[in-house]
């Protein structure tokens, strides 16, 4: 098999691996849904929804189970112009902040609780029938986060023991407002002995996931959003559990203690619900700014992103950012990329001298190794060359490619009459074709006999193909590198000697 069918199959091996997910997250979601409906409430109707207001949220309350029911973005709109709502809605009478008691008693929070406003904050009470009085507060903490406190109360005339603690379960999923976000859907918490944070896609979780040590904090995240609960007095542990629709609901446990008549027992909390921004996410001091996953070179992922943005607050632009990245890359680089470039030249141009020697030497091997020994040290060079740039330009990509997936700074942000969003897919693969077709003047342009090898033109085309299943921002970076070091080849062939 020659160098074109390996080619052509590494690459039908590459596209077969970008549309498996599309195709089995499309045809073979799991909709069953793994938690009932809870029962019908027993208060008699008529109850008003409540909201907390804060800068960067807007929150909905209702006195049934004194839950909240919606967390809607007020600066990040969604694909209809309306604020981006953070509460998933597979459950329709099951929402956070839940508690269940360690005999399994949950049936109290189906119930209407009693309420009053506490300042900037709501105070949600009731008592159960075995004289336990639970109250619930409710109050905002910067943009996106609520201060939730939890105090249990013994009205009873006896002992209460909690030798299992109790469980909160602070959210049923987390909402997907586009389709592409569900397989970013991560389950993530920060724990151990080591304190190092710990991620799961949530379409992997097909049985309960538990930590063994208590978490600092655990919640899901999707590629922009994330909902963590922070108990601060770090004692809690928490299970994972599947809900369905590749959904993951998480369970805290408390650790046990015991209630005197009139004595009260009280736990707080931190709930963030809202962007992934470092900045905002390291102002809660708990943290938080490791919910951002950079991937493995993340020193350069935070660079690249911290450069790209200044270039946008030159610009105006992160499709221009993204082009003075490349051009800004290739001027650093210049040196090295033009090696590199005429090592790629020379490369085939030395094989073809080679190939000419040893037809001309058939009948002595030994003059033909003699002449050709210089040239290998040259074809060496050359293919150091050929590769040296790569070392630094892969983990650049690879560094591009996450933050593309990762920071919300990118969301939404359009370049040109057709994309909308860079950090998507191109919707007309313009930005692919356009790619490809400067590949091919760059290959063209290394070619020692473009008549006899036609590489240069369908390896272009595959890298085309593969590239369309990555962000539109990705490829416009790539595309402006392309058109780039065309250039400089150009440059370089009009420069040789004997042209």
């Known amino acids: 098999m020659g160098s074109k069918g390996i080619v052509s199959i590494v690459v ?41 207001v804060s800068d960067g949220i807007a929150f909905r309350f209702s006195p049934i189970g004194a839950r909240i029911i919606s967390a809607r973005l007020r600066h990040y709109s969604n694909g209809d112009g309306a604020g981006e709502e953070l509460i998933a809605d597979l459950l329709k009478t099951r929402s956070g902040l839940r508690v269940e008691l ?30 336990m009085e639970i109250r619930k507060f409710y109050e905002p903490h910067r943009q996106y986060g609520l201060n939730v406190r939890l105090r249990f109360t013994n009205r009873s005339r006896r002992a209460i023991a909690f030798p299992q603690g109790y469980r909160v379960i602070p959210f049923y999923g987390i909402h997907t407002s586009q389709g592409s976000w569900m397989k970013k859907t991560e389950v993530v918490w920060k724990g151990g002995p080591d304190g190092s944070v710990a991620r799961h896609r949530s379409k992997k979780v097909k049985e309960d996931v538990i930590p063994e040590e208590p978490v600092a904090w655990a919640g899901l995240r999707n590629r922009y959003f994330a909902q963590v609960l922070v108990p601060l007095s770090r004692e ?23 209630l005197a008549p009139g004595q009260a027992y009280e736990a707080a909390y931190l709930l963030y619900l809202g962007p992934l921004i470092p900045k905002e996410l390291t102002a809660y001091e708990t943290g938080l700014e490791e919910l951002i996953d950079y991937g493995t070179f993340a020193f350069l992922g935070k660079a690249v992103l911290a450069l790209v943005r200044w270039i946008h607050g ?3 632009s992160y499709g221009l950012a993204l082009i003075f990245l490349a051009l800004l890359l290739r001027l650093l680089l210049f040196p090295v990329t033009q090696f590199n470039l005429k090592s790629l030249r020379e490369m085939p141009r030395l094989l073809q001298q080679m190939d000419a ?143």
């Open 236 to 258: 809690h542990t928490v299970a994972f559990h599947p809900l369905g629709h590749w959904q993951v609901f998480p369970t805290f446990v408390s650790p046990p203690f015991d």
């Open 314 to 316: 030159a610009l105006g």
């Open 12 to 52: 039908v091996i590459i596209i077969g691996y970008f549309l498996y997910e599309p195709v089995v997250d499309r045809f073979f979601t799991d909709t069953r849904l793994r938690v009932p409906e809870a029962a019908v409430p027993s208060s008699p109707g008529g109850e008003e929804d409540l909201e907390l």
């Open 102 to 131: 360690p005999d399994g008693t949950s049936v109290f929070e189906d119930d209407l609780y009693s309420y009053e406003r506490d300042g900037a904050g709501l105070v949600f009470f009731r008592e159960l029938p075995t004289g």
């Open 357 to 499: 020697i040893e037809d001309e030497e058939k009948e002595d091997p030994e003059r033909a190794a003699a002449r050709m020994q210089p040239l290998r040290k040259r074809q060496v060079q050359a293919m150091i060359g050929s590769f040296a740039p790569l070392v630094i330009q892969i983990p650049v990509f690879l560094a591009l490619y996450q933050v593309l997936n990762t920071s919300i700074a990118l969301r939404n942000a359009g370049f040109g009459p057709w994309i909308t969003d860079l950090s998507m897919r191109d919707p007309l693969f313009l930005l692919p074709l356009l790619m490809g077709a400067a590949m091919i003047v760059q290959q063209r342009l290394t070619v020692a006999n473009p008549k006899q090898n036609r590489t240069w033109i369908w390896m272009p085309a595959g890298f085309a193909l593969l590239f369309s299943f990555f962000p539109a921002g990705l490829v416009l970076f790539w595309l402006a590198d392309s058109v780039l070091s065309a250039a400089q080849l150009a440059w370089i062939a009009y420069r040789e000697p004997g042209r």
